[in-house]
Nanobody, 114 residues
Framework: QVSLVESGGGLVQPGGSLRLSCEVR????????MGWYRQAPGKQRQLVAS???????DYVDSVLGRFTISRDNAKNAVTLQMNSLKPEDTAVYYC????????WGQGTQVTVSS
């Protein structure tokens, strides 16, 4: 049984930073793309960033230059470093593994507010 365990998140002031981490459990070799999605109240879930096993990354335009996704294949983990946070980044963030069907983490709340 594959599962994703997330950590990080919380409350931060605008301009601050947070780091989200996600550990993959239940598999040894992970060839799949991993990503972070977010869902704000009343909005659809959107892909924020993704990273392939070879380190190739992709970002939604709104986080370019502020967020960095990285993965550690040896630890079977992915992180999302979020800098220069804005109130509009407030959402529940979900880690995902791009299997078919995809595997989702439980979600972690990120709130950016003064």
């Amino acid at each position: 049984q594959v599962s994703l365990v997330e950590s990080g998140g919380g409350l931060v002031q605008p301009g601050g930073s947070l780091r989200l981490s996600c550990e993959v459990r239940g598999i040894v070799y992970n060839p799949w793309t991993m990503g972070w999605y977010r869902q704000a109240p009343g909005k659809q879930r959107q892909l924020v960033a993704s990273v392939m096993r070879d380190g190739t990354t992709d970002y939604v335009d709104s986080v370019l230059g502020r967020f960095t996704i990285s993965r550690d294949n040896a630890k079977n983990a992915v992180t999302l470093q979020m800098n220069s946070l804005k109130p509009e980044d407030t959402a529940v963030y979900y880690c995902t593994l791009a299997t078919s069907p995809p595997v989702w983490g439980q979600g972690t709340q990120v709130t950016v507010s003064s």
